[in-house]
C-alpha cells in the first residue's frame, strides 16, 4: 500500500455531529471526498439534508439524521441509526459545539444556565458520542473517535469562560479514553482549530463577514489569516485513516501559528 492509499477511508462510515454548517459541514465533504460514507447529525434538519446532498453529489452514501446532542438517548439513537442503515460505524467525529445566547461573560457575570449549556454541549456531548460508537465499535472491529477541540483551551479566555474550560476537558478527555479504548481496538485523537469565522464565532465577537480578512493581523496570526473549514477536514481525513494507525490520545493543533 502505497502512502497516499493510507489516507483513503474506502469502506468506512462516520458520524459527523454538528454537521449541518460550518466546520462539521467541511469535515463531512473532507470524509466524503477522502472515500467515507457520511451520516449528518445537528438540530437543524433543513441544513443536515443540503449537507447530506453534496456528500451523495460526490459519489457517497449520505444520511441526515436530526439529533439533540445534548440528549444521550437521541446520542445514542443516532449511533444506533447510523449503524442499522448504513451497516456499519468506523469512525465518530464529535464537532457539535458553540454557546447558547452568544453572549460574551465573565465568570462573576455568568448564570448557572450559561454554565450547565456549554459543558454539557461542548463537554459532556463528547462523553456520550465517545460511549455510545464505542460500544458499537468494541463488538465490530474497532474504529475511530476524533473530537474537535479549541485553541481557546490553551490559554485564559476573558469572557469565554465556560467554553474554554469544557474544551481542556475535551482534551483530557481524548487523553483518558484513549487510554482505556485501545484495547478494544479504538483509537481516539482531537483536533484543536484556531479562530474560524463561523456563524457562532462571528456573532459571539459582534464582527461582520467583511471584516474577516482584517482578522488575521487583529488576533495576530503568524500565517496571516483566520482559518477555514477546509484547514480542518485534512487532519480529520488523517485521524480517521490508517495513515494515522500508531497515534492514538494526541490532540492536533492548527491555527496559523505556534
Known amino acids: 500500500m502505497g502512502v497516499l492509499d ?13 454537521g449541518g454548517r460550518g466546520i462539521g459541514e467541511g469535515l463531512a465533504l473532507g470524509l466524503a471526498q477522502a472515500g467515507a460514507d457520511v451520516v ?10 443540503a449537507v447530506a446532498d453534496k456528500v ?15 440528549e444521550i438517548e437521541q446520542v445514542q439513537a443516532l449511533a444506533d441509526q447510523a449503524f442499522a442503515d448504513m451497516g456499519a460505524l468506523t469512525c465518530w467525529v464529535s464537532n457539535a459545539g458553540g454557546a ?12 448557572e444556565r450559561q454554565w450547565d449549556f456549554q459543558l454539557n454541549l461542548n463537554l459532556k456531548a463528547v462523553w456520550t458520542g465517545a ?17 474537535i477541540s479549541s485553541a481557546a483551551a490553551g490559554a485564559a479566555a476573558p469572557f469565554n469562560g465556560p467554553y474554554a474550560v469544557a474544551k481542556s476537558g475535551v482534551n483530557n478527555l481524548t487523553q483518558t479514553l484513549a487510554a482505556e479504548m485501545a484495547a478494544l481496538g479504538i483509537r481516539v485523537n482531537g483536533v484543536s482549530p484556531g479562530p474560524i469565522p463561523t456563524e457562532v464565532f462571528l456573532e459571539f465577537l ?3 463577514e467583511e471584516e474577516i480578512p482584517e482578522l488575521g493581523e487583529r488576533f495576530q496570526i503568524p500565517l496571516g489569516r483566520v482559518g477555514t473549514p477546509e484547514d480542518i477536514a485534512p487532519a480529520v ?10 497515534m492514538t490520545g494526541h490532540t492536533i493543533s492548527i491555527k496559523g501559528g505556534p
Open 100 to 111: 447558547d445566547d452568544r453572549v460574551p461573560r465573565t465568570f462573576l457575570e455568568m448564570p
Open 206 to 208: 459582534n464582527l461582520k
Open 40 to 49: 449528518v447529525a445537528a438540530r437543524r434538519t433543513h441544513e443536515i439534508e
Open 56 to 70: 451523495r453529489a460526490l459519489g457517497r452514501r449520505a444520511l441526515a439524521v436530526t439529533a439533540n446532542v445534548m
Open 6 to 18: 493510507r489516507f483513503r477511508l474506502d469502506g468506512q462510515v462516520a458520524v459527523v455531529t454538528g
Open 131 to 147: 460511549q455510545a460508537a464505542a460500544n458499537l465499535m468494541k463488538d465490530h472491529g474497532g474504529g475511530t473517535i476524533i473530537n
Open 237 to 246: 481525513v488523517y485521524l480517521a485513516s490508517e495513515a494515522s494507525s500508531w
